[in-house]
């Protein structure tokens, strides 16, 4: 399982990317119970790619997010790099398309013309 870095403020949001050249963000928020459906999910497809970096941001904490980002529901996937949204899903996921994207985006990060990742 891929680990997930918990990001508890705004501050921490642009750390983490600025760090990480290629990252994802889950936007989730506490009531959620499809928020907390999909984050084990997310884990388990993340771990295929070693370079992404996984943030959590639970928006009950850090309500900012929605302004920042351009949030209207939770939960959102963001996926970044450096500090510009090249991905974004949200709601309702459906991951054999959210992988092919991911698989796409990762290979052209890397340089890469194969197919597989």
């Given at each position: 399982?891929k680990e997930?870095?918990?990001?508890t403020?705004?501050?921490?949001?642009?750390d983490f990317?600025?760090?990480?050249?290629?990252?994802?963000?889950?936007?989730s928020?506490?009531?959620?119970?499809i928020?907390?459906?999909?984050?084990?999910k997310?884990?388990?497809?993340?771990?295929?790619?070693?370079?992404?970096i996984?943030?959590?941001?639970?928006?009950?904490?850090v309500?900012?997010?929605a302004?920042?980002?351009l949030i209207?529901?939770?939960p959102v996937m963001?996926?970044?790099?450096g500090?510009?949204?090249?991905?974004?899903?949200?709601r309702?996921v459906?991951?054999?398309?959210?992988?092919?994207k991911?698989?796409?985006?990762?290979?052209?990060?890397n340089?890469?013309?194969?197919?597989?990742?």
């Amino acid at each position: 399982m891929k680990e997930v870095i918990e990001l508890t403020s705004v501050m921490e949001i642009d750390d983490f990317l600025k760090k990480n050249e290629l990252s994802f963000l889950y936007v989730s928020t506490p009531g959620c119970s499809i928020c907390h459906a999909l984050l084990p999910k997310l884990q388990e497809l993340l771990s295929r790619y070693p370079l992404i970096i996984f943030g959590h941001i639970d928006a009950g904490k850090v309500q900012e997010v929605a302004g920042k980002f351009l949030i209207l529901s939770a939960p959102v996937m963001l996926l970044m790099i450096g500090q510009k949204e090249v991905l974004r899903e949200d709601r309702f996921v459906r991951f054999d398309v959210l992988q092919e994207k991911l698989d796409r985006i990762y290979r052209m990060f890397n340089g890469e013309n194969n197919p597989e990742v």
